[in-house]
């Protein structure tokens, strides 16, 4: 009913074409008879829309709809600082969808999936960039800028995708705050975070600072050297443009 040029007066959308370009759709297409169909999500005949409470995929629904398959990643995001903010009532807070993408869900190995190595970072940025979202909750905006300039962020953006990205320090579903002793980011965890990709992580790596913006005097020393290599480099060209 719902394909381009219909007749039957049912809203015309795409949606069914994204989805069978999912990995729920292909799933579903190869015979899987535990992938997900349409009715899955939105229901069989109690269908609202999803600005309905009721719906099935209303916002605030829509973990709970995806955790009917992924239990054990629903719990996992249930603990996290996204799942307890929703369960609070924060409506910035991103549930699946967010992150995922709805009806055109893909591999983390496609390179157009949201969740792609390649992508992760970008994909948190649509609300960790953003300054109105992040001060309701206390969260610092900059730590967008301080990654996208950091080594890992600058080989991210050249395509080196083992360089590590969000979820490689923060997880994917379990993201608490770094005060939480399970956090990936505790001071007592870092070792074992960094260990992942760096072999012989020791103690040092949780003490130096982490998401520093150089362009700020709170940086410290890292402040005062960058500003003393800009003075450098300056000096240096104004001497040969002179010379």
């Known amino acids: 009913c719902h394909y381009s040029g219909n007749t039957a007066g049912a809203p015309?959308?795409?949606k069914y074409l994204e989805f069978e370009q999912s990995v729920h759709g292909k799933a579903l297409a190869a015979?899987?008879?535990k992938a997900p169909a349409c009715q899955d999500c939105h229901g069989d005949h109690f269908i609202l829309p999803g600005s309905d409470p009721r719906s099935q995929v209303q916002r605030t629904n829509v973990p709970?709809?995806?955790g009917t398959c992924h239990l054990?990643?629903?719990a996992q995001y249930e603990a996290s600082v996204h799942g307890k903010a929703l369960a609070n009532g924060a409506a910035d807070a991103p549930v699946c969808t967010n992150c995922h993408g709805e009806h055109n869900i893909r591999g983390p190995a496609d390179k157009?999936?949201?969740v792609n190595a390649g992508h992760v970072a970008n994909t948190c940025a649509h609300c960790h960039s953003k300054v109105v979202i992040m001060e309701k909750y206390?969260?610092?905006a900059e730590q967008v800028a301080t990654y996208q300039e950091s080594f890992h962020g600058i080989a991210n953006e050249f395509g080196v995708l083992t360089a590590a990205n969000c979820a490689?320090?923060?997880t994917a579903h379990e993201i608490l705050p770094a005060s939480d002793p399970l956090s990936s980011v505790s001071t007592a965890n870092i070792p074992k975070t960094c260990g992942r990709c760096h072999p012989g992580a020791n103690a040092n790596f949780a003490k130096g600072r982490i998401h520093i913006n150089a362009k700020d005097k709170s940086a410290g020393i890292v402040y005062w050297v960058a500003l003393g290599f800009?003075?450098?480099?300056l000096s240096t060209l104004a001497g040969l443009f002179i010379h």
């Open 230 to 233: 800009k003075i450098l480099t």
């Open 168 to 170: 490689s320090c923060h």
């Open 138 to 140: 206390g969260v610092k």
């Open 64 to 66: 709970k709809a995806c």
């Open 112 to 114: 157009t999936s949201m």
């Open 12 to 14: 015309q959308i795409q």
């Open 31 to 33: 015979g899987n008879a």
């Open 72 to 74: 054990k990643i629903f």
